[in-house]
Nanobody, 115 residues
Framework: QVHIVESGGGLVQPGGSLRLSCVVS????????MAWYRQAPGKQRELVAG???????NYAESVKGRFAISRDSAKNTVYLQMNSLKPEDTAVYYC?????????WGQGTQVTVSS
């Protein structure tokens, strides 16, 4: 069974940076398509960024040029580097691991962008 743990969230001022980490255990990390989603209060969960098993990234338009997703197979970890943060980036950020029809989620980490 896949187990996912996110970390790195917190309170940051507008324009600041955070790096989220997602550690995956219990599966074959290198095979997974990994992604970060977020859910703001009263809104649906949305895809922020994804990275394929061979390291190809994709981003939501709202974060292009500000966020960067990466993966380290030696550490079974995927990262989300978030720069130039805006108040509208405030949300709970969730890590997802997908392999075929199987999808696993972490518990989420809160990111709050506020002055």
């Amino acid at each position: 069974q896949v187990h996912i743990v996110e970390s790195g969230g917190g309170l940051v001022q507008p324009g600041g940076s955070l790096r989220l980490s997602c550690v995956v255990s219990g599966g074959i990390f290198r095979l997974y398509v990994m992604a970060w989603y977020r859910q703001a209060p009263g809104k649906q969960r949305e895809l922020v960024a994804g990275i394929t098993d061979i390291g190809l990234p994709n981003y939501a338009e709202s974060v292009k040029g500000r966020f960067a997703i990466s993966r380290d197979s030696a550490k079974n970890t995927v990262y989300l580097q978030m720069n130039s943060l805006k108040p509208e980036d405030t949300a709970v950020y969730y890590c997802n691991a997908a392999l075929g029809s199987i999808s696993s989620w972490g518990q989420g980490t809160q990111v709050t962008v506020s002055s």
